[in-house]
């Protein structure tokens, strides 16, 4: 030996050869217990000799629940992995490769796991004396594959069941895949159709890369919108929307998604649109009739041609309701009646009630029409508007109503003529012998041969003679009447005829005059006796309507091509419900009289191509006047 070593003694090598032996186990328990994996040891009957930390922090059992306790008996696994691990464990004693077994492993608190386990074979000197099982848990791999499938599940029946036909095709324009709704719009069946070219289905023939510049630039990234007409596989086309999207997979570009919709209807419907469009347009363009379309907001969305033409503003006149009504109808207060009017048609044409209106427009230039308008409620909440000049109707109306009037005077003024012609001559002679009798008697009475009988007798004879004078006067009326001829007009000055007229009748004291007449008056072209005489009647009737004294103003004037001559009195006035008879013959309001004045007035009037017109208030007075032209009749 050499000096300072001492020889080993075997005992003290034994004894650190089993140290060392105690410290590597326990280093190997110790790496087991923190081992991120799970592991379990059974003897070779399947129970359970040892488990490590991992096993219990994901099985929730502890090792004093499970060690001693035959694994395949605790009810953590599935009758069917049971007898799958009874299989693995007989095929490790038959030296039999290893394989990786997917299983679900039931945890202490009830739910189930994913694991993957691989059994070894433990051997003592040689000997197999149990197995060794490490698992781990995959369940949330589990979970994202089964995630995955569903996903893929749902885009398959998405794919297969969407109502626009679907088509997947690669980088290089081929066709992978269609779906079912492809497979309908374009005739194609899905095994005929993949690997063929997109081109297939493109028209015309002269735009065959098409779809290849569209597919190259949805795989630039880009998405992909237009609409196009497509080819089917008997040869006939489709309107259809086409609808491209980039499939990336990896950041790369590695096909395409193509959509298409089909839009012939819509197509159809948008050029039954168009062509319902362009008739619409040239029937509101060429329509007589006036045309507005208001949105329900107020604002004027347009105006046709006619009107421009009718009203004289255009959409930038009238851009708001608030602009046409204070436009239209400038006055305040009427303005106030016909927008109440509008809103009332409104809501009437909302329930399909609507009616005509009329309502008097001011247009651009000052002039006024008289305007039917109709509004229609359309199912977007906007207004069509139709508006209807009538100001040329309603003048040819009136003025034929007129003449309708003038033509039934007439013929009633005819009629009267010519019976008072007749009738007139045969009353003078009786009334003749009437006065010759009462001037008879009157001789005798003034002899007192019949004074002494009869006292009251000088007043009968009054009585009667009145009478008489009045039937005369009556007569002489109608047969004035009868005897109006067609006027022999000249030159007269206006101021002569009423100072002549004025000569012929006496004023009462009580009555105040006023006589204005304009010293610039032009000439008239009458007939100066005839205007005299409607002069005289209508001071006459001023003067009987103010018994009890009053104001009588006559007033001239020049109007365009007339000259007016107004009567202005103070008196008792017109009954409204009458004003419009006063002018009939033999309409009469007074006492004692046959209503031939007025109506012989106004024939004269009429005559010399004027005319005569009332105003009255009860109670307040009443204005004649009358319109004398002044150029030749």
Sequence with gaps: MARGKRASNPSTLVELGVKELKQSVKRLQALMDEAPIGICNTDLKGKITYVNKRFEEVSGYSREEVVGKN????????????????????????????????????????????????????????????????????????????????????FQQLFDDCPDAIALLDTTDRFVNVNKAFEALFGYRAEEIKGRPINDIVVPEDHMEEASVLSQAVLSGAVMRKEAVRRRKDGSVVDVSTLGYPIQFDNKMVGVYAIYSDITERKQAEEELRRAKEQFQALVEESPLGVSVIRKDGCYQYVNPKFVEM?????????????????????????????????????????????????????????????????????????????????????????????????????????????????????????????????????????????????????????????????????????????????????????????????????????????????????????????????????????????????????????????????????????ESVTDKIFDPLFTTKPKGIGLGLAMCKSIMEGHGGDIGVKSKEGKGTTFTLSLPTRVV
């Design 311 to 575: 009203f004289g503003y255009t959409l930038e006149d009238v851009a708001t309701g608030r602009e046409w009504f204070a436009k239209a109808c400038p006055d305040p207060e009427y303005r106030k009646q016909v927008i109440s009017c509008w809103v009332t048609e409104l809501q009437r044409a909302k329930r399909g009630e609507g009616r005509r209106q009329t309502f008097t427009v001011t247009c651009k230039d000052g002039s006024e029409k008289l305007i039917y308008f109709r509004p229609v409620t359309l199912e977007t909440g906007d207004h069509f508007v139709i508006y209807e000049d009538i100001t040329e109707r309603k003048r040819a109306e009136e003025a034929l109503k007129e003449a309708q009037e003038r033509l039934i005077r007439s013929e009633k003024l005819a009629a009267i003529g010519q019976l008072a012609s007749g009738v007139g001559h045969e009353l003078r002679n009786p009334l003749a012998a009437i006065k010759n009798a009462v001037l008879y008697v009157r001789r005798k009475v003034a002899k007192s041969e019949l004074s002494a009988t009869e006292p009251k007798v000088l007043e009968f004879l009054d009585i009667i003679d009145e009478e008489v004078n009045s039937s005369n006067k009556v007569i002489t009326d109608l047969l004035s009447f009868a005897r109006v001829a067609k006027p022999t007009v000249s030159l007269v000055n206006v101021a002569s005829i009423i100072k002549d007229a004025l000569n012929h009748v006496a004023t009462p004291e009580n009555v105040s005059l006023t006589i204005d007449v304009d010293p610039g008056l032009p000439m008239v072209m009458v007939d100066g006796a005839q205007i005299r005489q409607v002069f005289i009647n209508a001071i006459l009737n001023a003067l009987e309507a103010m018994p009890e004294g009053g104001r009588l103003e006559i007033r001239a004037r020049s109007k365009a091509e007339f000259v007016t001559v107004g009567f202005a009195d103070t008196g008792c006035g017109i009954p």
């Design 71 to 154: 694994g395949l008996k605790l009810g953590i696994l599935s009758n069917e992995t049971v007898r799958l691990l009874a299989k693995r464990m007989k095929d490790r004693l038959m030296e039999r490769p290893p394989r990786i077994l997917e299983m679900q492993f039931k945890c202490k608190d009830g739910h189930w796991i994913w694991v993957a386990i691989e059994g070894k074979l433990i051997r003592e000197q040689g000997i197999p004396v149990g197995f060794q099982i490490i698992s781990r848990d995959i369940t949330g791999h589990k979970q994202a594959e089964e995630t995955l499938k569903r996903q893929e599940v749902y």
